[in-house]
Nanobody, 127 residues
Framework: QVQLVESGGGLVQAGGSLRLFCAASGRTFSSYVMGWFRQAPGKEREFVAAISSTGFSTRYADSVKGRFTISRDNAKNTVYLQMNSLKPEDTAVYYC????????????????????WGQGTQVTVSS
């Protein structure tokens, strides 16, 4: 497993932008599919975005498509989530997750398939 540490969360007004960072330890990061999930108070954890091990393939939840962009830099062991046009409903704790593999497959949005998790970073969007 890789160890994951998120950063970049904070308070932003609706319409603003934030960039989340997820730093991974270990030399196997480039062999991991990575994802971002989020959990709002009183709600279940939900899929946000995923990226293949090479970065060539990405997938997004419908609720963030066109506003969020996931990317990675395997040389820096880091995955990013650029969030634009933020809405109050984007308020949540955002978690970085990883699993061994190259391709996204059909289960890219299922959190049960990810076995490495960060501690989360809070994103709050005010109206």
């Amino acid at each position: 497993q890789v160890q994951l540490v998120e950063s970049g969360g904070g308070l932003v007004q609706a319409g603003g932008s934030l960039r989340l960072f997820c730093a991974a330890s270990g030399r196997t990061f480039s062999s991991y599919v990575m994802g971002w999930f989020r959990q709002a108070p009183g709600k279940e954890r939900e899929f946000v975005a995923a990226i293949s091990s090479t970065g060539f393939s990405t997938r997004y939840a419908d609720s963030v498509k066109g506003r969020f962009t996931i990317s990675r830099d395997n040389a820096k062991n880091t995955v990013y989530l650029q969030m634009n046009s933020l809405k109050p409903e984007d308020t949540a704790v955002y978690y970085c997750a990883g699993r061994r593999g190259q391709l996204l497959g059909v289960s890219y949005s299922d959190s049960a398939n990810f076995d490495s998790w960060g501690q989360g970073t809070q994103v709050t969007v005010s109206s």
